[in-house]
């Protein structure tokens, strides 16, 4: 990482974050990069997620706490694998990925998890509706990208694992009705203490 400095302009063009004039064949070039360009958000979610996972597995405490810890790790390395797949397939659609941080904050429409140190019911809540919300907006990927077979197929793959890894977590916050002990909360904080309030 370079220091903050003033940048300033050069003849030379040595980097650019253009589109290719190019796509996959069997496509239309716009078509490859309309769907490359609706990849874009995925990779910047996914990456937030996989940073909310590792601030989670670094501040959970309390009873479970290795149990929840080391659950963590699994869904931390799957999630990072989706984004390396999705930001290639940007690339291979003939558009360039930007998995930055300043690019992320400055795109995304949600804020930083809310929790730091916290017992691990009230991150299991929260991290419950972090996966509500990436999922929902995977799912909404698949229908956005419906003139690319391929990349649809990749991300209703990508969808079934999230989903895997949310029933992990909210096994942790279910009763034997099937119910959510956090039901009716759609707030971070809100979940959490619902959550710690039932141990
Ligand atoms: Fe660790």
């Not at 796509?23 to 490859?32: F, R, S, W």
């Amino acid at each position: 990482m370079a220091k903050k400095t003033t940048r300033t302009s050069s003849t030379a063009q040595v980097t650019s974050d253009s589109d290719a004039p190019l796509t996959v064949p069997g496509l239309p070039t716009e078509t490859g990069h309309a769907v490359a360009d609706a990849l874009q958000m995925r990779v910047h979610a996914l990456n937030d997620l996989a940073l909310t996972l590792k601030h989670a597995h670094w501040n959970v405490v309390g009873p479970h706490f290795i149990g929840v810890h080391e659950m963590l790790d699994p869904q931390i390395d799957g999630v990072r694998d989706m984004v390396d797949t999705l930001a290639e397939r940007m690339s291979t659609l003939g558009v360039a990925p930007n998995g930055l941080a300043g690019a992320l904050v400055a795109a995304r429409s949600w804020d930083d998890y809310d929790l730091h140190r916290a017992d691990t019911a009230a991150h299991l809540a929260a991290l419950d509706l972090v996966y509500s919300g990436v999922i929902e907006d995977h799912r909404a990927a698949i229908e956005a990208v419906g003139d690319d077979p391929v990349t649809e197929d990749i991300l209703i793959g990508q969808t079934a694992d999230l989903e895997q890894f949310q029933w992990f977590v909210r096994a942790h916050l279910q009763g034997t009705s099937g119910a959510l002990v956090t039901e009716g909360a759609t707030a971070e904080l809100s979940a959490a203490r619902k959550a710690s309030r039932k141990r």
